[in-house]
């Protein structure tokens, strides 16, 4: 039983390491989004 608590815990672990990641990929993508869309609206007032 103690093993397949071992196994469990680095399931847990490993999920919850993949969600980390992936809210830091979602968090780069919107920042970047948010520097292209104020480019593109000082492109627009510039036009």
């Known amino acids: 039983m103690n093993s397949n608590l071992g ?3 680095a399931a847990y672990s ?3 390491l993949l969600v980390f ?3 830091f ?3 780069r993508r ?3 989004l948010r520097k292209e ?3 593109l609206k000082e492109g627009m ?3």
């Open 7 to 9: 196994y469990l815990f």
């Open 14 to 16: 490993v999920i919850w």
């Open 21 to 23: 990641g992936y809210v």
């Open 25 to 27: 990929v979602l968090i």
């Open 30 to 32: 919107e920042k970047a």
């Open 37 to 39: 869309i104020a480019a």
């Open 45 to 47: 007032k510039k036009a």
